[in-house]
């Protein structure tokens, strides 16, 4: 059974740093791409960011460009995204998520994800 | 590409059957998910490729449309399809998600 447990999330202030982690079983983690997927309260789906099966390759929605970064240790089946200079707007649930599917496209790679995690609250406060 | 949803809400009694409508500001061809979230849960895959079925997912969901307009038809309404539902496309940068629709109970 496919499992994405995430962790790490928690009330950060204005500016400040936070790293959320997943980790996977269930499945070969280091044979599939994986995501970040967001989620405001009340509000929808948002994709953040994604990580090629042995992390060379890397893609970001604009907003969190040169503030998020995502990585992953594939000997630990683990997924991370480090988040700086973090925003009131990037309060979330951030979910983990395994991507069935993705394709080259202008721009980026473009991922379908298939299973997801129950998420982690990230609170940006002051 | 930006996605539409409509409605926005859908208040449907048990048993009964829904159609949704997402649409995309241009053709994605077939690439289009659709996901189903319940209260507190995360979202569940149900359709991708327009129309395919995910692992485990019952016959009353069903999904069709090609180029820009789309549908997800839920027939025989149980209880616990009571949820919000998201399309997703993903054939144009960035991976955009639809607003989304709510399913509640009449």
New interface residues.
């Given amino acids: 059974e496919v499992q994405l447990m995430e962790s790490g999330g928690g009330l950060v202030q204005p500016g400040g740093s936070l790293r959320v982690s997943c980790a996977a079983s269930g499945f070969t983690f280091s044979d599939f791409w994986m995501s970040w997927?967001r989620q405001a309260p009340g509000k929808?789906?948002?994709?953040v960011a994604n990580i090629m099966q042995d992390g060379s390759e890397k893609y970001y929605?604009?907003s969190v460009k040169g503030r998020f970064t995502i990585s992953r240790d594939n000997a630990k089946n683990s997924l991370y995204l480090q988040m700086n200079s973090l925003r009131v707007g990037d309060t979330a649930v951030y979910?983990c998520a395994r991507d069935?599917?993705t394709?080259r496209?202008?721009?980026?790679v473009?991922?379908?994800?298939?299973?997801?995690?129950?998420?982690t609250l990230v609170t940006v406060s002051s | 590409t930006l996605m539409t949803q409509s409605p926005a809400t859908l208040s449907v009694s048990p048993g009964g059957s829904v159609t949704l409508s997402c649409r995309a500001s241009e053709s994605i061809r077939s690439n289009l998910a659709w996901y189903q979230q319940k209260f507190g849960q995360a979202p569940r895959l149900l359709i991708h490729g327009a129309s395919t079925r995910a692992t485990g997912v019952p016959a009353r969901f069903s999904g069709s449309g090609y180029g820009t307009e789309f549908t997800l038809t839920i027939s025989s309404l149980q209880s616990e399809d009571f949820a919000v539902y998201y399309c997703q496309q993903y054939y144009n940068w960035p991976p955009f998600f639809g607003p989304g629709t709510k399913v509640d109970i009449k």
């Fill in positions: 997927v929808g789906l948002e994709w929605v604009d979910y069935r599917l394709r496209v202008v721009g980026g473009i991922s379908n994800p298939d299973y997801w995690g129950q998420g």
